[in-house]
């Protein structure tokens, strides 16, 4: 379709209903895809999809695709050998918690009931529960990886606790002894990664140990007394110790996870497209609109046709007849008399069924399939 009879007919202003009724990036994407179809096959199976999820929207309420997270590029570095980091181990998570929402959403409520054209996207999902409740068993957080990820790191930190707790009882005897002599404030603070307690400048040489920090007023002195010079250095270590085993916790979810490449794709792939098509469902319904009828013999049969962009409240419906017994409509009448609206109404409509989209006209309304919708408007 050119590009010019679009922008004439507003379409582009349906494309961006459309996205709004999207839950999920990549489905937003796809609507700002749509574009008016030439095959009728293709046409009337999106027509089939929409129709479809208007009637689980009726039966079951919404469904949301919130947590499709584009997963490609983890998915490529999977195939790769490399390990996925926490976010993307958490991204991917979310992507198959919410695949298994949406499959049971579409699960029919009674055996007997007949299929429809969504239903083998449905039933094609797969969550992967275990691979699901391991990422959440090893990462709480964006920021945190459970005590509970493995043995050994659950060790480390009981380890890096129980140093911590001896600094703090050795920096305590200090403060307790010596906090009315040369200590600015009786508390223990860090300063880069190590246990300090504040000094008065003056009295430096009255603490043995390293000087980590100063304040901007160059009166106190963050110092590392000596006597926990080797317990900060056992957290250090341990600190390392705990991010290489976090490394490893890493390394073996990813694993874990590149033997469901294929199918943590195609449920992406199936979230996104079903994310467009009960987007399209959700803007027939706000739109009560309802499924034209294609037809390949240059038919209109428009009945009480609505423009999608004027006000509920005060659009006009319009019967429009072309291509059965005439195929030349002029229209006549005064100024705001409703000739370029009716234009209009035609030619948006016929560009809506044609993308797949209900329209809001009466039932068993009709349109033709065009090649291409020419729309000269305005004054010269």
Do not use: W
Request: net charge neutral.
């Amino acid at each position: 379709m050119n590009e010019k009879a679009l922008h004439t007919l507003e379409y582009d202003k349906i494309v961006s209903l459309l996205e709004a009724r999207a839950t999920s990036a990549p489905g937003k994407a796809l609507c700002r895809e749509l574009a008016p179809l030439t095959d009728l096959f293709e046409i009337n199976t999106m027509q089939e999809e929409t129709a479809c999820a208007v009637g689980r929207i009726f039966a079951k309420g919404s469904v949301s695709f919130g947590n499709t997270y584009d997963v490609s590029a983890s998915m490529l570095r999977l195939e790769l050998g490399s390990a996925l980091g926490i976010h993307e181990l958490l991204m991917v998570a979310k992507l198959l918690e919410n695949a298994g929402l949406v499959r049971a959403y579409g699960r029919k409520e009674r055996e007997d009931a007949p299929d429809d054209i969504l239903t083998p996207s449905f039933n094609a999902l797969e969550p992967l529960p275990q691979a699901t409740a391991e990422i959440r068993r090893c990462i709480l957080s964006e920021e945190e990886i459970s005590d509970n990820a493995s043995s050994k790191l659950r060790q480390i930190r009981k380890n890096i606790k129980s140093a911590g707790e001896r600094i703090h009882t050795e920096l305590n005897k200090i403060i307790s002894t010596h906090a009315k002599d040369y200590l600015q404030d009786s508390l223990v603070t860090t300063r880069d990664g190590r246990y300090c307690i504040p000094v008065k400048s003056e009295y430096k040489n009255s603490v043995a140990g390293i000087v980590h920090d100063m304040s901007s007023s160059g009166s106190t002195l963050f110092i590392e007394p000596a006597s926990v010079v080797r317990l900060n250095n056992e957290i250090r270590e341990l600190e390392i110790e705990e991010q290489k085993e976090i490394e490893v916790i890493l390394a073996n979810l990813s694993e874990m996870l590149s033997a469901y490449v294929g199918l943590i794709r195609n449920d992406y792939a199936l979230m996104r497209r079903l994310d467009f098509i009960f987007a399209r469902a959700s803007l027939a319904i706000s739109m009560n609109a309802s499924r034209p009828l294609i037809n390949s013999d240059g038919i209109i049969d428009l009945r009480k046709a609505r423009h999608p962009l004027i006000d509920k409240k005060k659009v006009v419906a319009t019967d429009i007849r072309l291509g059965e017994t005439f195929d030349l409509l002029i229209i006549t009448g005064p100024n705001t008399g409703g000739k370029t609206v009716t234009l209009k109404t035609t030619g948006l409509l016929v560009l809506m069924g044609l993308s797949g989209l209900h329209i809001p006209a009466a039932d068993r309304s009709r349109i033709a399939l065009f090649r291409e919708v020419y729309a000269d408007i305005g004054y010269r």
